[in-house]
């Protein structure tokens, strides 16, 4: 633990900010920007900070992994971030790293019934505290029809395409180094969304380019999305993917607690009833099946 605590700290700066991040995104979508200008922005700075700051790759994607490249851009980030940012117009921060939350959970699902992936005792226990936590979040908009569920729905559209990224990901990631991959699906997702970013042109005219609103577009493209990945790399590489993906699931109460401070959101029973079972619910369902001992 002491010779690694440099790597727990390195991590758990990636998670800070990663928490952070959903806010910063909220402050740029009230001063003008689109989501599709967000993400452009946000992934084009930090391919030209990856460009000038990490030395060049002497790899080469081999042939047929173009497409597999392809779809993780498109996948993990051009759609991720749409859905995601477009979600958060109408929702809450809180909501939004909640149902990012649930990705373990569907995850699970999906490796179930396409890939007959077998379960143990407590991914079905997260399974139940997941989907119980997802109704303590949603029963009231779903009954109200709140514009919130609006929200809710987009932002589960990035849970669905995380889920696809994931997948195909584990295609590549014993083929290429992960720093490769990144720089990779950067370049081509910048390139993918040129097209959509065309018809938000307009709305450049309209951004409030203050130095606050600025600094919060530099927040998410050089410290969540190159050192936050950077980081989290190095510590997976020296302490180990299971622990380290454990504490993911911090993320969410980042969030929450952000959301509450500067942005003034709601703070209720319901809300930390949800928190507690969907997040515990994500620690169950990510339990292997070579590690079903409590």
Not at 65 to 92: C, M, R
Not at 149 to 169: A, E, H, P, R
Not at 218 to 226: A, G
Not at 269 to 288: E, M, R, V
């Amino acid at each position: 633990m002491k010779k690694n605590f440099k790597y727990y700290i390195l991590a758990c700066f990636a998670i800070f900010v990663w928490g952070i991040s959903l806010v910063s995104t909220k402050v740029l979508l009230g001063n003008g920007f689109t989501p599709n200008i967000i993400t452009f922005f946000r992934f084009f700075i930090a391919w030209l900070v990856i460009l000038i700051f990490q030395k060049r790759s002497t790899e080469h994607i081999k042939k047929g992994d173009q497409k597999y490249f392809s779809f993780l851009a498109v996948t993990g980030i051009s759609l991720f971030y749409f859905f995601e940012n477009i979600g958060l117009k109408y929702t809450t921060v809180a909501n939004t790293s909640l149902i990012t939350a649930t990705i373990p959970l569907f995850t699970l699902l999906t490796a179930y019934f396409f890939y007959k992936k077998k379960l143990v005792t407590q991914n079905w226990i997260g399974i139940i505290l997941s989907l119980t936590g997802s109704f303590l979040l949603f029963y009231k908009d779903i009954i109200h029809s709140s514009i919130h569920l609006k929200g809710d729905i987009l932002v589960f559209g990035s849970v669905i395409m995380w889920i696809s990224y994931s997948f195909i990901y584990k295609t590549l990631m014993n083929k290429y180094s992960a720093s490769f991959i990144i720089r990779k699906i950067f370049l081509y997702a910048i390139i993918f969304l040129i097209p959509l970013i065309i018809f938000d042109l307009k709305s450049i005219v309209s951004i409030n380019w203050e130095l606050n609103v600025i600094m919060h577009l530099l927040f998410l493209s050089v410290i969540c999305s190159y050192l936050g990945y950077y980081f989290w790399n190095i510590a997976i590489k020296k302490i180990g993917v299971k622990i380290i993906s454990n504490l993911i699931l911090f993320i969410p109460v980042v969030s929450i607690s952000t959301g509450i401070i500067f942005l003034s959101e709601p703070f209720t029973w319901n809300l930390i009833y949800s928190a507690i079972l969907i997040i515990s619910g994500a620690y169950f369902t990510s339990i292997s099946e070579e590690e079903h001992k409590f």
